[in-house]
């Protein structure tokens, strides 16, 4: 199985801030990443996805980086609205996983 | 826009199957490039993908689950279904299906199933 790691676990920032997740997959899955944003007892959003991709809708305060084994999620300025677990998931190989999520809060 | 809703018993006893239903509406079950799957997420932890299945028939399981799993589709009903049989307090979870094309989207809102006596 593919293994996706996330940093940091939790963060906590300011209205405004620039705020960055990182996604580490344990082996090279090109560009098939998503994101995800998931409210407190709410099912997960799909925000982003083939690493860089914005899903319609979505604001474009959020962004996303990266190939191969290493992606990035942020958000540019850091709204309250944005308080949520943020996970990644990769397709590139079954079954599909997902990291462990990152909970980003306000400052 | 597509929604999906999920169904079932909200708790099972220890070592019977965990059965449920996923009921696709404002759009098809069988509509091209879409696959329909199950996701589960025990309370306080990640999000483990259960499986995926086409309308044709196609399946593609967890490893993890595979020898307990199936999904099924029934295209006259625009459901899809999840049995998990041997169900221990391990498959404690919120259970979520969803659409997925390239990412899974978009998600039912979830049932928190309990396996307890």
């Known amino acids: 199985d593919i293994q996706m790691t996330q940093s940091p676990s939790s963060l906590s920032a300011s209205v405004g801030d620039r705020v960055s997740i990182t996604c580490q997959a344990s082996q090279d899955i090109t560009n098939y990443l998503n994101w995800y944003q998931q409210k407190p007892g709410k099912a997960p959003k799909l925000l982003i996805y083939?690493?860089?991709n914005l899903e319609t809708g979505v604001p474009s305060r959020f962004s996303g980086s990266g190939s191969g084994t290493d992606f990035t999620f942020t958000i540019s300025s850091l709204q309250p609205e944005d308080i949520a677990t943020y996970h990644c998931q990769q397709y590139d190989y079954v079954p599909f996983t997902f990291g462990p999520g990152t909970k980003v809060d306000i400052k | 826009q597509l929604q999906l809703q999920e169904s079932g018993p909200g708790l099972v006893k220890p070592s019977e199957t965990l059965s449920l239903i996923c009921t696709v509406s404002v759009g098809s079950i069988s509509s091209s490039g879409d696959y329909w799957g199950w996701i589960r997420q025990p309370p306080g932890k990640g999000l483990e993908w259960i499986g995926s299945?086409?309308?044709?028939?196609?399946?593609y399981y967890n490893p993890s689950l595979k020898s307990r799993v199936t999904i099924s589709v029934d295209t006259s009903k625009n459901q899809f279904s999840l049995k998990l049989s041997s169900v221990t307090a391990a498959d404690t979870a919120v259970y979520y299906c969803a659409r997925r094309r390239i990412g899974f989207d978009p998600w039912g809102q979830g049932t928190l199933v309990t396996v307890s006596s």
């Open positions: 299945s086409y309308y044709s028939g196609t399946t």
């Open positions: 083939d690493a860089s």
